[in-house]
């Protein structure tokens, strides 16, 4: 089983105004098979959360620790967290022109193992997980996410969640854009990944709606740069009915 742990984290970014701090000490543990909902209103520090663990150079830890099975992820190249197992679904996944989807699967799948998968179990692999993300066989031969719709892009993305079989992986906001039918899809895709290797899921969203599909096991009100509050799926619900007004005001 492995174990994802934040502690205490602090994080600054620069602004013209100078830096200023998102996170204010985050403390957040998951485990192999758990998945937990982190909701809350604009501005609060969520996006900064998965892209810290990710390691964009944006963002800046001044204080606290992430851990992945005891080892020092701030310590890391962001293609090391790659390798160690951990992924992040973008909330707006950008383009790579000049690099086809097939070319792009392929090389991630060869930089995470350290040897190329064969190529003809490879490609059977591929095309099934597209006929259940009901994706065009024709999108492999396309520059990754040019020219794709907001949910292309969303099922790419968990497109490479099945392919790549992390051990954590960051959902940013994949609801965002989606209609009922996509949504249904991406979140299906979600749960068959998750099913087949046993990877702790963080989900980011502002709504209930991808809940329903995607159960959590435990929901957490980020408000501020810090974790609110903390609970179990009536959480959401009642976030739902009352929204996020009395942590914010509070």
Same mark, same amino acid.
């Given at each position: 089983? +492995?174990?994802?742990?934040?502690?205490? /984290?602090?994080? !600054?970014?620069? @602004?013209?105004?100078?830096?200023?701090?998102?996170?204010?000490?985050?403390?957040?543990?998951?485990? !192999?098979?758990?998945? =937990?909902?982190?909701?809350? %209103?604009?501005?609060?520090?969520?996006?900064?959360?998965?892209?810290?663990?990710?390691?964009?150079?944006? *963002?800046?830890?001044?204080?606290?620790?992430?851990?992945?099975?005891? &080892?020092?992820?701030?310590?890391?190249?962001?293609?090391?967290?790659?390798?160690?197992?951990?992924?992040? +679904?973008?909330? *707006? %996944?950008?383009?790579?022109?000049?690099?086809?989807?097939?070319?792009?699967?392929?090389?991630?799948?060869? +930089?995470? @193992?350290?040897?190329? %998968?064969?190529?003809?179990?490879?490609?059977?692999?591929?095309?099934?997980?597209?006929?259940?993300?009901?994706?065009?066989?024709?999108?492999?031969?396309?520059?990754?996410?040019?020219?794709?719709?907001?949910?292309?892009?969303?099922?790419?993305?968990? /497109?490479?969640?099945?392919?790549?079989?992390? =051990?954590?992986?960051?959902?940013?906001?994949?609801?965002?854009?989606?209609?009922?039918?996509?949504?249904?899809?991406? !979140? &299906?895709?979600?749960?068959?990944?998750?099913?087949?290797?046993?990877?702790?899921?963080?989900?980011?969203? =502002? *709504?209930?709606?991808? /809940?329903?599909?995607?159960?959590?096991?435990?929901?957490?009100?980020?408000?501020?740069?810090?974790?609110?509050?903390?609970?179990?799926?009536?959480?959401?619900?009642?976030? &739902?009915?009352?929204?996020?007004?009395?942590?914010?005001?509070?």
């Amino acid at each position: 089983m +492995a174990i994802l742990q934040i502690k205490n /984290l602090h994080v !600054s970014v620069d @602004t013209e105004q100078g830096s200023k701090e998102i996170l204010k000490g985050v403390d957040l543990t998951i485990r !192999s098979g758990e998945t =937990h909902a982190i909701m809350g %209103p604009n501005g609060s520090g969520k996006s900064t959360l998965a892209y810290t663990i990710a390691g964009h150079p944006k *963002y800046t830890v001044t204080e606290g620790e992430i851990l992945l099975d005891g &080892e020092n992820v701030l310590e890391m190249s962001v293609d090391e967290r790659a390798r160690a197992g951990l992924f992040l +679904a973008m909330q *707006y %996944p950008v383009e790579i022109p000049g690099v086809s989807v097939s070319n792009f699967l392929r090389t991630a799948k060869t +930089a995470i @193992t350290g040897e190329a %998968p064969a190529i003809r179990p490879w490609i059977g692999e591929v095309r099934e997980a597209m006929s259940n993300l009901k994706m065009d066989p024709g999108f492999t031969e396309r520059n990754v996410n040019e020219g794709f719709s907001g949910g292309e892009k969303k099922r790419h993305e968990i /497109l490479q969640l099945e392919l790549l079989k992390p =051990h954590f992986a960051i959902l940013d906001e994949t609801d965002s854009g989606l209609d009922v039918d996509a949504l249904r899809v991406v !979140s &299906e895709g979600v749960n068959r990944a998750k099913t087949a290797k046993g990877f702790g899921v963080l989900l980011i969203t =502002h *709504y209930t709606r991808i /809940l329903n599909y995607i159960k959590p096991d435990f929901v957490h009100v980020f408000v501020a740069g810090k974790i609110a509050e903390e609970g179990g799926p009536e959480l959401a619900e009642r976030l &739902e009915a009352e929204g996020y007004d009395r942590y914010v005001k509070a």
